[in-house]
């Protein structure tokens, strides 16, 4: 059978259901995996960015599964093609006449098992959906990340992205934004698991909570990461990790794994590596290493950092006074959703919903459970960045690195690394300019100056930085 006649039958099936011929591109795309060409290849080839080529490619396949009644991807394509067209039901077909229909060989693909026409995993997991939302919050209120959600939508829809950091601060918004997303688009996915891994860090666990969910049994229990991409392959998934710092150690540099949780490193180097239609999202205070060390223009990753609100809206919906005040009080708690219903219930509780009578007092308020949040994320910092992080409480303006320098007893590369550090858990304010500087949120001053004394005095003390 010549690539021709390959577009011939291919044509046909596209325009029975879509009304439209191959275009170019698409012609392309076919001719490309029928001639064993990864999407990179292709896409040199064609001028085209590889994440587009394979969602064309994707979206053929698709067409191509309903219309053949089998589960099509690019590594079942070719001998699915044969298959299908040796059979009596195509020979026979007044539709198909002028298709060659002796195809004994697919030429850059591994020979088919003759005893096992469709692949047992296929047929097991072919258009089953299964959800698992019991772990995903509730939304009640959503405000302002219209265009966050434009961005997810775009990484899972238009550009395959296989793995996506949310990030930011305790409270930012980081998992309403992904649950509002998926409330949106939930149809676009066969299966969606999300896991909360603060509840419970086993990767071998959560393998096995979806096997059992998808009622798939376990091939080879000593390999479920391979059955698992099988199933990324298969079906279009979506994966969700909220709480992933917890996978990472304590005291430490940000983003670093603890030893028993390495598995997880290699998932995420698979997830970017191996071909299929699947995603993973990770829901993070920290970004970890791994992400940071591939390059989003090479590999099909997107990490997305969330800032806070700057939307009156959610101060209208607690009910607060002095409306002209509120942008003011925004700026105080950056735009924060948690801290601002925090403070907004103490306002109302002590001034009467008054925002004017809070900010005439002196100095700025930590609620206990701004404090508690607070106390949590600093459990997790190293000394070095913790004597950084006192340092900078002490300037009241930007400083420089050249300043940190001459007021630490930290080596270079200690304090590079520990800047970079805090960055990563977004505790730190980077302004740009002549120089670059560096600088503490309002309510992270407070609460250093006020709570967090006592410990970095006793942890520099100690001689734990060193």
Not at 30 to 55: C, L, T
Not at 315 to 325: C, G, Q, Y
Not at 432 to 437: H, T, V
């Amino acid at each position: 059978m010549t690539i021709t006649e390959v577009l011939q039958f291919v044509d046909r099936l596209v325009e029975k259901q879509t009304g439209e011929h191959l275009d170019d591109l698409q012609k392309t795309v076919i001719q490309g995996v029928w001639q064993g060409k990864s999407y990179n290849q292709i896409a040199d080839e064609s001028g085209y960015d590889k994440n587009y080529v394979g969602d064309v490619s994707r979206k053929l396949f698709k067409i191509l599964s309903e219309q053949l009644d089998e589960d099509i991807n690019k590594y079942n394509f070719c001998w699915t093609l044969e298959r299908f067209i040796n059979s009596e039901s195509v020979i026979n077909s007044a539709q198909f006449v002028g298709v060659n229909t002796n195809i004994t060989y697919c030429p850059f693909y591994p020979p088919a098992d003759p005893n096992q026409s469709i692949n047992k995993e296929e047929k097991t997991n072919k258009n089953r959906r299964y959800h698992d939302l019991t772990l995903a919050p509730k939304i009640t209120h959503f405000y302002d990340r219209t265009l966050e959600l434009q961005t997810l939508s775009d990484w899972l829809t238009n550009q395959n992205t296989r793995l996506i950091s949310v990030l930011g601060l305790s409270g930012i918004g980081k998992t309403t934004l992904v649950k509002q997303f998926l409330d949106l688009n939930i149809q676009q996915f066969d299966v969606v698991i999300w896991k909360i891994l603060k509840l419970s860090q086993s990767l071998d666990g959560i393998l096995t909570e979806i096997f059992t969910g998808i009622n798939t049994e376990l091939i080879q229990s000593d390999n479920k990461l391979t059955q698992f991409f099988n199933l990324l392959r298969q079906q279009r998934c979506l994966i969700i990790l909220d709480d992933v710092e917890e996978l990472f150690v304590s005291g430490q540099l940000a983003g670093q794994f603890k030893p028993e949780y390495k598995n997880y490193q290699n998932l995420m180097k698979m997830m970017t590596e191996i071909e299929h239609q699947s995603t993973l999202i990770l829901i993070s205070q920290e970004q970890c290493q791994e992400m940071l060390c591939l390059d989003e223009e090479l590999y099909p990753i997107k990490s997305l950092e969330l800032q806070g609100l700057n939307n009156t809206e959610i101060l209208k919906s607690l009910k607060l006074k002095d409306e002209s005040s509120w942008s003011k009080l925004i700026e105080v708690y950056e735009g924060n959703p948690v801290d601002l219903k925090d403070i907004a219930n103490l306002i109302k509780n002590i001034f009467d919903g008054k925002v004017a009578d809070f900010l005439n007092e002196d100095g700025i308020i930590v609620t206990k459970d701004m404090k508690s949040r607070f106390t949590e994320l600093f459990k997790r910092i190293s000394p070095i960045e913790l004597e950084i992080i006192l340092q900078l409480s002490k300037f009241d303006r930007p400083v420089s690195r050249e300043d940190l320098r001459e007021n630490l007893s930290l080596s270079s590369m200690d304090l590079m690394n520990g800047l970079q550090s805090l960055s990563q858990r977004y505790l730190l304010k980077r302004i740009e300019g002549e120089k670059i500087l560096f600088d503490l949120s309002l309510i992270v001053q407070v609460y250093v100056r006020t709570c967090c004394q006592l410990r970095s005095a006793e942890t520099i003390a100690s001689g734990s930085s060193g």
